[in-house]
């Protein structure tokens, strides 16, 4: 299905992970996020995974909601994001928060988001 990254912007917490051939950190990172699927909804997170593997990556992986695997079988989008490997997570206020060629640690981020005031508030909504 098309995904559109405008249509998540201000909705959703953001992660682009843009792969290229084996890359077995992101790889390991992509796999152990899988088991934390239920944590990155909480916090309204998307996972967007670009690379030029789609069968691989979403065979593979296995990927549920809200993981999501993009092809760039041109190779537009990782030349726009300066390449891969890259990570970048993007706040609902549309600001890059990481930048990095490689993934941060789960807890690392779950951490960064809930100190994010947006987050607060939506803590504090839900009880």
């Known amino acids: 299905k098309e995904v559109r990254y405008a249509s998540l912007l201000r909705r959703h917490r953001i992660i682009l992970v843009?792969?290229?051939?084996?890359?077995?950190?992101m790889r390991h990172w992509l796999a152990v996020g899988r088991q934390k699927a239920d944590e990155f909804l909480e916090r309204e997170i998307k996972v967007l995974i670009i690379s030029d593997e789609l069968n691989e990556i979403s065979e593979s992986q296995n990927l549920p909601e809200p993981f999501s695997a993009l092809v760039d079988s041109d190779g537009k989008v990782q030349d726009i994001i300066g390449g891969a490997p890259a990570f970048y997570l993007v706040g609902?206020?549309?600001?890059?928060?990481?930048?990095?060629?490689?993934?941060?640690?789960?807890?690392?981020i779950f951490r960064l988001v809930d100190s994010m005031p947006m987050r607060k508030e939506e803590m504090r909504r839900r009880g």
């Open 18 to 25: 843009a792969l290229s051939g084996v890359d077995t950190n």
């Open 92 to 108: 609902k206020d549309t600001e890059i928060k990481i930048s990095s060629r490689r993934p941060r640690g789960l807890e690392d």
